[in-house]
């Protein structure tokens, strides 16, 4: 089944299993080290830095509720053209390969969440994979203006 | 040699007067001449010096000393020998008889000697008859009663009337000196034969002419000897000190040692020092151990940027669908994990080790505590009371067999003096079976056994009187 997809990046938080597709996926990062922000809503944890930029960090556990015992070490990063955010995982994610992969009806474990769940991922080992709407998680965060407001300051400073 | 006459002459009672004769008699006269001024004194000095007189002619009429000029004459026979007599030797005036007889038989054969023949193995006789001879009378002793071989010899007729109580004068020769060996006997013109026989073995053998008279020096010696006595003494006691030390395990001798010594420590504080000594290593391990830690630590922090690194590496080959960046992302992915399987194993292998070294730890302290705990038992007098108590017990059991056997080859036994109450003397079978039965049984302690038994066993002794 052709998912439109290369691949996907796996991580698990809690008793649910995660993916983000490689083609809005940045890369990944450590996040011992995160820089906390003052005054910022709870599900951020802070920013780091990618490829010299800084990004924020959202704790999507925090977010969507769901209690992990691992600590939070990386930081996906996830972008959309020129915004970048990253979400806090507690392992490093497993890159599948788009071969491996079918793609399944969204399964959203709470009816209010399920604007949210874009699909649902199944490997072979028929394991399920949830593909949520990140930057709509983010935004509701961070609103789009603040964050286009710091991308232009930011574009103005570089350039 | 004309003064060594004089002296002997004077020893043995000559005709000279000696000096103080003379002194006595101008004595007389002086005390005559000042009585003249003093007549009362005079006749008090008078008797007075005529009792002088008379005690020193009384002491010139006793019986010669001849055993002094005996052993003179011996020991100068066996200077004569080892020397090999002379041709121009004289008889001296003092070998009269039978001495004049074995001095010119001595000479002869000692002077024919010196050519070999049967006449050497006869000197060397003769020489080793005489030797005896005067070491029994250094002793003290009759030559004759001591050595059979002498009845027999040629000193018979001599030693026959020699009294061992005048053994005394064989001091005078043993103290000569070499030069008055030499102006006794002269040193003798010719040279003796190598084969010449040797006198006696001793300390002075080896010392020439003066080694004739090695026999005749009991002094020298006793004193070499004593020598040798007196240290062979001193080892056997501290051989017998290291034994009395070794049987009581060294306590009598290590205790002051340990007082005035700090290295010489009690067992007890040997184990403290070899448990410290353990800990001191072992914490080092265990410093090392964390250690590795910290370096295992910093390779996984290594290994996760590989597999990071690795990660991005594929997902941007994904991403882009390269495969030459796929194939450099898979090589990066295994690196990563080879890495990773290495931290592994270091993180295992160092878990590993500090548990083993933590059991190791709590097993020498176990052991430590153990080691403490026997020692304290064997130092103690825990072991070897029951030992001793043990082998009391047996004794008794057996004293106890005896006394019962007696008691029965007695026929009857009594209950006691005849008369007398039981209560105040029990019945001796019926204390010995009670004893035996306390021994057996271990209930009394060897040296809390009833006065009445002990004055039992003692009393049933064999041959003991068993109503004392």
């Known amino acids: 089944m052709n998912l439109g997809t290369r691949g996907a990046l796996t991580f698990r938080l809690g008793d649910y299993n995660f993916a983000v597709r490689v083609e809005e996926a940045g890369g990944v990062l450590d996040a011992d080290r995160l820089a906390q922000l003052p005054g910022v809503a709870e599900p951020v944890a802070g920013v780091a830095a990618f490829r010299g930029e800084m990004v924020p960090v959202v704790d999507l556990a925090g977010f969507l509720g769901i209690e992990s015992l691992a600590p939070h070490r990386y930081a996906l990063v996830l972008f959309r053209g020129a915004d970048r955010f990253a979400l806090l995982v507690p392992e490093i994610p497993r890159l599948v390969a788009g071969r491996d992969l079918r793609e399944a009806p969204p399964e959203a474990p709470d009816p209010e969440l399920s604007d949210l769940f874009e699909s649902t991922l199944v490997s072979e080992d028929q394991d399920h994979y949830h593909c949520l709407n990140y930057w709509q998680i983010f935004e509701s965060i961070i609103p789009q203006t603040a964050a286009s407001a710091a991308r232009d300051v930011h574009a103005k400073r570089t350039r | ?468």
């Open chain 2, 1 to 468: 040699m004309r003064e060594m006459r004089a002296e002997d002459d004077v020893q043995q009672g000559g005709s000279s007067p000696p000096p103080a004769v003379l002194v006595t008699l101008l004595a007389v006269l002086l005390a005559g001449a000042i009585a003249v001024f003093a007549s009362g004194v005079m006749v008090w000095v008078g008797v007075g010096a005529l009792a002088l007189g008379a005690a020193y002619f009384t002491s010139r009429s006793a019986a010669p000393k001849k055993g002094v000029s005996d052993m003179a004459r011996a020991r100068r026979l066996l200077l004569l020998l080892d020397r090999g007599g002379s041709t121009d030797c004289k008889v001296p005036a003092e070998f009269t008889n039978e001495w004049a007889t074995l001095y010119e038989r001595v000479n002869k054969t000692s002077f024919e000697a010196r050519t070999g023949g049967s006449a050497l193995v006869e000197l060397e006789k003769l020489r080793k008859q005489i030797e005896l001879a005067v070491s029994i009378l250094d002793k003290d002793k009759d030559p004759l009663a001591e050595a059979r071989e002498l009845k027999s010899s040629v000193l018979e007729p001599l030693l026959s009337y020699l009294q061992p109580s005048d053994a005394p004068g064989a001091s005078v020769v043993s103290k000569m000196t070499l030069g008055e060996e030499e102006e006794l006997i002269g040193s003798g013109p010719d040279k003796l034969p190598d084969d010449w026989p040797k006198p006696a073995s001793g300390p002075s053998s080896a010392g020439g002419p003066s080694s004739a008279m090695a026999p005749a020096r009991p002094s020298a010696g006793a004193a070499v000897g004593g020598g040798h006595l007196e240290s062979g003494l001193r080892d056997l006691i501290r051989e017998i000190e290291s034994l009395r030390t070794t049987l009581s395990g060294g306590r009598e001798s290590e205790a002051p040692h340990r007082a005035e010594d700090p290295a010489i420590r009690t067992p007890a504080q040997l184990v403290d020092a070899v448990v410290l000594t353990a800990a001191d290593g072992i914490e080092d391990l265990a410093a090392g151990l964390m250690r590795a830690n910290e370096l295992a630590s910093v390779a996984e922090r290594v290994t996760n940027r590989a597999t990071l690194l690795a990660l991005n590496a594929a997902l941007e080959a994904t991403r882009s669908g390269s495969e030459a960046f796929a194939a450099i992302a898979e090589e990066t992915r295994r690196l990563a994990e080879f890495a990773r399987e290495a931290t592994d194993t270091i993180s295992r292998l160092s878990s590993e080790i500090e548990y083993k070294v933590g059991e190791t730890i709590t097993a020498i302290h176990a052991t430590s505590e153990d080691a403490k705990n026997s020692l304290a038992e064997l130092s103690g007098w825990a072991v070897p009371v029951p030992n001793a108590a043990r082998g009391a017990r047996v004794q008794v059991v057996r004293l106890l067999d005896r006394a019962r056997e007696l008691l029965s080859n007695l026929g009857a036994a009594p209950a006691g003096r005849p008369g007398s109450p039981s209560e105040s003397s029990p019945n001796p079978s019926n204390v010995a079976n009670s004893m035996q039965d306390n021994v057996q049984n271990d209930r009394p302690t060897a040296d809390k056994l009833p006065l009445e038994g002990i004055m039992l066993i003692e009393g049933l002794k064999p041959g003991a009187n068993l109503e004392s």
